[in-house]
């Protein structure tokens, strides 16, 4: 961390000065490629309900972390997402219900459940506020740690499984001529964003997590006309937006998370209106 | 038998062999009736590279797509599987991959005479119901089918040679880097079917889109899957639409309703009632070349 801070320091800016700042923006540059790498396949796949729906129930297990008295409600929170997920893969491979239905049915009871739970006594819903907005500058380096590791676990993650989850989003039964098992492939990847937006939920706000997967990903399907492109500037525009959006909330007091997703969002924009009509 | 066995063991190309050709019991066997067959087809047959389905069945829920489908596929023959709609042609051809649970039993015995439970299957699918915005390039689908090494990050130049050469078989090279949403739709089915044929499987599946397609379009597909199977000893199932092309390039045609109603060749089976009844009109041969009344 020492040589990470005088690092930062040599930068002729005010905010240097301030060591939350540069922990910050370390987690910003270590998770934001985690989002771009893993936003990519949520497009790909017409995800971004289902991540959303993901983040709701992260949301659940924090409040039923809280409840059993966990000082860090964090590890509770992943199992449950985690449980969840599972629950939405399994239900929606085994009926034949609309998957928006199924994940709408989810989504929803998960919220209520944890509305319920957190105010249940007649607590005030104050304390769960953190999770909704996300504070990037109260991260710790423990915290920070565990971004690495998720950046080094999703990097390996998707040497290993990124061929599979491509074939089978463009046909489950081409992939399983190619015998790739479809719902095992989709099962992961559906864990692993469960355990990435939970993760970062406090840090990023659930309320505009799922547009940092989403938004970097559909900027760069604008203008992409190949995995490779797509994913290089999906990681640029995510770190880019993440960097740019912490310190201008840094100028403008605002909260970071929304102000790293608007970033995204008008990149977005720009890219939708500067798109060419492709080949 | 057992000569005629050596001798097909030591035949090089099934195509050159002339007893393959030739073979008495082959060609008894294509003719016999599917009950005649399932019982005496075992030791007919010359027993190399054959496919052989054996009381397939599918159920799905409470509802009973297939029942009791007999079937018996040589290797170097276009066998067509034509239906009305919801005769569960699609649905046979997902059984076979095994996407879908089924009864009774697909066997499979590879040239060499060895037993194989299960074959390897080439695949065309009727629909890609993809994304046509996704920034999947054809090079980038064959790459993720084939290898291992992770298309998001490199392109080594081995596989594009090995991609440019599997497309290069359906003349279709030139389309290696454009996006797959931005194919027509016979493209599409040309890389489709390249990609079913890396590596070149026992047995080749195709289901033909009901649309999408020109008459003229399908025409040359039906040429180049007819050349392939000469090519490469296929044993090649397709579901069809276009009885016309039907008539002129399958070697053997199976009517199927929810099971197999008639099983020959195309000009016995165009000729069958059960082919009047389904289809509802009559069919004129005139010479060589069928036409729809």
């Known amino acids: 961390m020492d040589i990470w801070y005088s690092i930062i320091e040599m930068l002729p800016f005010e905010w240097t000065g301030h060591t939350f700042m540069k922990n910050a923006l370390l987690a910003i540059i270590l998770i934001s490629p985690v989002f771009g790498i893993l936003g990519t396949m949520v497009v790909n796949n017409r995800m971004a309900f289902f991540s959303d729906a993901l983040g709701h129930g992260a949301f659940t297990g924090v409040a039923i972390g809280s409840i059993m008295g966990l000082v860090q409600p964090l590890w509770s929170a992943v199992i449950f997402s985690v449980v969840f997920s599972i629950g939405i893969a399994v239900i929606k491979h085994r009926s034949r219900m609309a998957s928006d239905t199924v994940i709408g049915v989810f989504s929803s009871t998960a919220v209520a459940l944890g509305i319920f739970i957190q105010t249940s006594g007649g607590k005030s819903f104050g304390k769960a506020m953190t999770y909704l907005i996300g504070d990037i500058l109260s991260i710790l380096p423990s915290e920070i740690l565990l971004a690495f590791l998720l950046l080094v676990f999703i990097t390996v993650l998707w040497i290993v499984i990124f061929n599979k989850l491509m074939v089978v989003s463009v046909n489950p039964s081409l992939a399983g001529s190619r015998g790739i098992h479809t719902f095992w492939n989709e099962l992961i990847f559906s864990m692993v964003i469960a355990v990435v937006v939970t993760v970062s939920m406090s840090w990023i706000g659930l309320m505009v997590i799922n547009s940092f997967l989403v938004l970097p990903a559909a900027a760069a399907r604008n203008i992409a006309k190949n995995q490779r492109q797509y994913h290089l500037l999906t990681i640029v525009i995510s770190v880019v937006s993440g960097i740019s959006g912490l310190i201008a909330s840094y100028y403008i007091e605002t909260a970071s998370g929304a102000t790293i997703v608007l970033i995204a969002a008008v990149i977005f924009f720009a890219t939708f209106i500067y798109r060419k009509r492709f080949d | ?293």
Not at chain 2, 102 to 107: H, I, N, Q, R
Not at chain 2, 164 to 185: C, F, M, P, T, Y
Not at chain 2, 231 to 247: A, G, M, P, R
């Open chain 2, 1 to 293: 038998m057992k000569n005629e066995n050596m001798f097909h063991k030591d035949c090089m190309y099934h195509n050159d062999c002339e007893s393959h050709k030739e073979c008495k019991s082959h060609k008894d066997c294509a003719n016999k009736s599917p009950q005649q067959k399932d019982k005496g087809c075992k030791d007919a047959c010359c027993g190399f590279c054959c496919t052989k389905l054996k009381n397939f069945g599918v159920i799905i829920g409470k509802t009973e797509i297939l029942r009791d489908v007999n079937l018996h596929i040589h290797c170097g023959e276009l066998t067509a599987i034509i239906g009305p709609n919801g005769a569960g042609k699609s649905t046979l051809l997902k059984a076979m991959l095994g996407d879908l649970k089924a009864t009774g039993e697909l066997k499979y015995i590879d040239a060499k005479g060895r037993r194989n439970g299960k074959p390897l299957i080439g695949y065309v699918p009727q629909y890609l119901n993809f994304d046509a915005g996704s920034p999947t390039s054809v090079l980038d689908l064959f790459m993720a089918c084939r290898f291992k090494f992770p298309v998001w990050f490199h392109t080594p130049k081995r596989i594009i040679g090995h991609v440019e050469e599997a497309l290069s078989r359906v003349k279709a090279d030139q389309l290696i880097n454009r996006r797959l949403g931005a194919l027509s739709g016979g493209e599409l089915q040309r890389v489709l079917l390249a990609l079913a044929l890396d590596p070149i499987p026992d047995l080749l599946l195709l289901d033909e889109p009901v649309s999408g397609i020109d008459h003229n379009g399908l025409a040359i597909f039906y040429e180049t899957v007819s050349q392939l199977r000469k090519n490469y000893d296929l044993s090649i199932i397709l579901i069809s639409h276009d009885l016309d092309l039907v008539y002129k390039y399958a070697d053997r045609v199976v009517l199927l309703k929810k099971t197999v109603l008639e099983n020959g060749k195309p000009q016995d089976v165009f000729q069958s009632e059960n082919f009047n009844e389904v289809f509802s009109l009559k069919w004129k041969n005139t010479d060589t070349q069928g036409r729809e009344q």
